[in-house]
């Protein structure tokens, strides 16, 4: 299996060509160093944090750059980014959407994207057409 260093903190890419691959929405693997600490999220979606209503209702591609930007604004505040997101979970109301929202990925994801599962669901609320969960690192900082 190759493995080379990956653009994503500590993380190296791990891949095998005996395997289903598309390097351009999805790692096949990332090996993470013992020196690294996690960040696991909570899914994120297209609702409003202050009415709670759901966004861009039918439109697939603003409610998951929505919920993708909801993702990026709370991994800042823990001191990572995006491009510290190793694991992507990825929440359908209708699998039929899985190119569009692959697409809005590589927006967010250019170079050595995470590895992603998308898995179709029954949302809790019928507008809601993705949620999103991470997992992301943050280099070991020792203390000073």
Known sequence: MPIRRSS????????SNRAPDSPRYF???MIVSEN???IFTSGFNSRDPRSN?????GDVVAQTRTALTYLE???TEAGA??????KLSVFYSDM???AAVREVRTEFFPVDPPVCTGVGVQLPDPAMLIEIDAVAI???????
């Open 8 to 15: 994503v903190g500590d993380a190296r890419i791990a891949s």
């Open 27 to 29: 790692s096949q693997a």
């Open 36 to 38: 690294t600490q996690l």
């Open 53 to 57: 209503e759901v966004l861009h209702r």
């Open 73 to 75: 604004q709370v991994l």
């Open 81 to 86: 980014g995006m491009q510290h997101v190793v």
């Open 96 to 98: 039929a959407d899985m």
């Open 138 to 144: 943050i280099p070991f900082q020792k203390p000073a």
